[in-house]
């Protein structure tokens, strides 16, 4: 290949975590003896950079055919690509490509690949490469994430931004990138999580990389990532290898392997989901003794079946939502990786707690922030076109985070850190009493809505609360289970009572939360003390209650404009 012999010691990299055109590391010395050297230098510089001019607007007046990527034309020079790459001197021998505009010839990105993706961003930096010889630094739009708290040396994006580097090198047959990115996805392998080795052990076994990937399988097998999924999303070849190696693991470690029995009814449940049969999967758990939660069926579902599935397994009723697999993910954790977001509200509909952490301290909304690209995220959005998922995502679980009111949020401190029931019941009551006397209206909504008012020893609590003062009622004749139960369940109809409040009406909650914290050591502090310690207290509440009205307009307007009745 003629252009393998061009060294590749213009190409580096400037950091862990972006490439970089490599000539700002390159040095010529300023003094040489040998003026014709300095004069190749320059010329091949000057070249470099007026070859690079016909990659921009004003280039396309003279390119002689367009490569479709994304969606997106972009201009090429034939002569050029096929002096720089066997593959496309091949490719425009054979294909005169489709008719476009013009008269050009068009080719579709879609067509050329056998395998993986590439994007605009990833070809446009390769194609600067074939026409300049240096490696522009990667878009942070495309290469790093929307988590603030990550550093970018191993994220999915920076890990997807690489291997679609690898795929247009190998692809398009630039033998020196090939190596260039086969060193710098080594270097991932060992830092990235292993779900997003993957890809990296995707396009190694696609383009024939031995080195990398015997690294990859080597760190899949001996991870503790699920067979199941590995079966699901690697070749059935790399499979096999990992199999073997994991078995010659366990004979080396003494562990005992699973039951394969088990293990059977395990994969007929996983295959019925597979098959969207719901009425096979109700029959294998009648029919064994194996349940939903043992065959972590509602994991599965969620990383790999059609969401109108997962839906249908979680209206059975049999499986916990918050259950964790052995890896010590929740089932949110697994859809935040899928990024559906039918899939992810679905599940906090029926409880799916978004605050739970992984294992390595990863939330939901974090998970989904590592995946996602700032180019998705921040992507503006025409009218009728559809939104991004990922922002959906994100945006959907940071909401959940703010709102629900048992999710460990800040507003809910002095809760999280009374253990005792008798106390959050106290908490609860003040907070719905206190709504019912700034806003009667939108109190009695969000109470008919969670069932409070119908719950007649609840309603009379919170009656005899704000008119008499008793902190708790008590009867006597109760066991300690049935006070217990009791007790729950009027924690939990408050609970839901305060959430809805935080939903439809936020700016509410908001003053709610700032009188919760600032003046209310009782429910009745208003008629205790001295009288200048009332009169004190007095003021604040008419202050508060300005600042209700206020919150109430707002709240209103708000509702008005989406359409809430």
């Not at 809910?412 to 959050?424: G, N, R």
């Not at 005899?464 to 139960?485: A, F, H, W, Y």
Request: aromatic content about 6%; overall charge negative; hydrophobic content about 40%.
């Amino acid at each position: 290949m003629e252009n393998s012999v061009e060294p590749s010691s213009s190409i580096s990299f400037t950091s862990s975590s972006h490439l970089s055109n490599g000539s700002s590391n390159q040095v010529y010395g300023s003094g040489g003896s040998e003026a014709g050297l300095n004069l190749e230098i320059i010329s091949l510089s000057k070249l470099s950079c007026n070859l690079g001019h016909l990659l921009s607007e004003l280039g396309n007046d003279f390119c002689d055919a367009e490569i479709v990527v994304e969606e997106a034309c972009v201009g090429i020079h034939r002569c050029i690509l096929a002096a720089r790459s066997k593959f496309f001197d091949d490719l425009f021998r054979k294909d005169k490509g489709y008719a476009g505009k013009e008269g050009k010839p068009k080719y579709y990105m879609t067509n050329l690949l056998p395998y993986g993706k590439i994007g605009y961003e990833a070809f446009i930096i390769f194609l600067n490469y074939l026409y300049t010889g240096k490696l522009r630094s990667s878009p942070l739009e495309v290469s790093t994430c929307v988590d603030t708290t990550c550093i970018h040396d191993a994220c999915r994006p920076a890990i997807d931004f690489a291997v679609e580097l690898m795929c247009a090198s190998a692809i398009f047959q630039v033998t020196e990138l090939v190596s260039l990115f086969q060193r710098r996805l080594l270097n991932l392998v060992s830092k990235a999580i292993v779900e997003d080795v993957i890809p990296i052990l995707t396009v190694a076994f696609h383009c024939q990389l031995s080195q990398l990937l015997t690294q990859c399988v080597q760190r899949v097998a001996r991870s503790d990532l699920e067979a199941t999924f590995i079966e699901k999303v690697l070749p059935s070849k790399v499979v096999e290898e990992i199999t073997k190696l994991r078995l010659n693991l366990q004979v080396e470690k003494r562990v005992d392997p699973m039951d394969p029995l088990h293990e059977k009814r395990v994969k007929r449940i996983h295959r019925a989901l597979d098959s969207d049969d719901i009425e096979l999967v109700r029959l294998l758990l009648t029919e064994s003794d194996i349940t939903l939660d043992e065959a972590f069926a509602l994991h599965y579902a969620v990383a790999f079946c059609d969401p109108k599935i997962v839906s249908e397994v979680l209206s059975l009723g049999l499986a916990d939502v918050n259950l964790r697999n052995t890896r010590g993910y929740t089932v949110l954790h697994v859809a935040a990786r899928r990024k559906e977001p039918s899939i992810i509200v679905s599940l906090l509909t029926k409880g799916a707690c978004a605050s739970e952490p992984t294992s390595e301290g990863q939330s939901a909304v974090s998970i989904c922030k590592r995946l996602t690209r700032p180019k998705d995220y921040q992507m503006k959005r025409e009218k009728g076109q559809e939104a991004n998922k990922d922002k959906i995502c994100i945006d959907v679980l940071e909401r959940e985070m703010r709102r629900n009111p048992l999710a460990g949020d800040a507003w809910i401190s002095s809760l999280a850190v009374a253990d005792d029931l008798h106390m959050k019941l106290l908490y609860l009551e003040d907070r719905v009493a206190f709504a019912r006397m700034f806003f009667p209206t939108e109190a009695k909504l969000a109470m008919e809505i969670a069932h409070a008012e119908t719950t007649s020893d609840l309603a009379g609590l919170l009656s005899s609360r704000v008119s008499s003062g008793n902190l708790m009622e008590v009867d006597l004749n109760e066991t300690p289970i049935s006070q217990k139960k009791k007790l729950i369940s009027k924690i939990e109809t408050l609970s839901r009572t305060v959430e809805l409040g935080r939903r439809y009406f936020p700016h509410c909650s908001q003053v709610l939360d700032k009188f919760m914290e600032d003046d209310l050591p009782d429910a009745f502090y208003l008629e205790t003390g001295t009288p200048e310690e009332q009169k004190m207290k007095r003021m604040r509440f008419m202050e508060l209650k300005d600042e209700v009205h206020k919150a109430f307009n707002k709240d209103k307007a708000k509702l008005h404009r989406s359409g809430f009745s």
